[in-house]
């Protein structure tokens, strides 16, 4: 059974700093493309980021392009999500989602729980 | 960006009566060389994450009850939930995968009349 599970969700200040986790089990991690998608309270869904399976190729939404940094360990069967100079707007649930390809254009199956991150003075 | 528009925001249909949520795109998401539509269907329910009930606009992922089914081509798709039942209470949301950045339409709750 796919299995993805995130940690590293809390509270912190604008301008602070996070580092998300995806723990991945139950397939071959790197066969596949791996994407984080938010949801701010009460909103609908924003794709975040995706690495492709190999981990060559990684694209951002423009809301997060040079404050947020897509990573992989293969080897660890995690991905990361390297949030900086955060905002009150990046306030979401952060979902790690697995493509159903190795390339960056995917749909997502299936979906952690997510984990909570409020940026809050 | 291609922009997935839901309509409507919410409606409430009576148990054992179609429900029916519509989705268009600001261009086409279907790849010529292929001719397949790249468009996928969500279903998320309180407290819980999204998961996908149909891709390429009209395949049923495997599991999900036949009541549920996709159609439409090109910028206009529609999900259709043919006999609503009380636990498909939830917000469905629409999603493209045929170009960078990935876009969701804004959801269409769906409720018991």
């Known amino acids: 059974e796919v299995q993805l599970l995130e940690s590293g969700g809390g509270s912190v200040q604008p301008g602070g700093s996070l580092r998300l986790s995806c723990a991945a089990s139950g397939f071959t991690f790197s066969d596949y493309a791996m994407s984080w998608v938010r949801q701010g309270p009460g909103k609908g869904l924003e794709w975040v980021s995706v690495?492709?399976?190999?981990?060559?190729?990684?694209h951002y939404a423009d809301s997060v392009r040079g404050r947020f940094t897509i990573s992989r360990d293969n080897s660890k069967n995690t991905l990361y999500l390297q949030m900086n100079s955060l905002r009150a707007e990046d306030t979401a649930v952060y979902y790690c989602a697995k493509g159903r390809y190795a390339e960056a254009y995917n749909y997502f199956d299936p979906w952690g729980q997510g984990t909570m991150v409020t940026v809050s003075s | 960006d291609i922009v997935m528009t839901q309509s409507p925001d919410s409606l409430a249909v009576f148990l054992g009566e179609r429900a029916t949520i519509n989705c268009k795109s600001s261009q086409s998401v279907l790849f010529s060389s292929n001719n397949k539509n790249y468009l996928a269907w969500y279903q998320q329910k309180p407290g819980h994450p999204p998961k996908l009930l149909i891709n390429?606009?009209?395949t049923r992922k495997s599991g999900v009850p036949d009541r549920f089914s996709g159609s439409g081509s090109g910028t206009n798709f529609t999900l259709t939930v043919s006999s609503l039942q009380a636990e498909d209470v939830a917000v469905y949301y629409c999603q493209q995968y045929y170009s960078i950045p990935l876009t969701f339409g804004g959801g269409t709750r769906v409720e018991i009349k």
């Open positions: 690495m492709t399976g190999s981990g060559d190729n990684t």
């Open positions: 390429w606009a009209s």
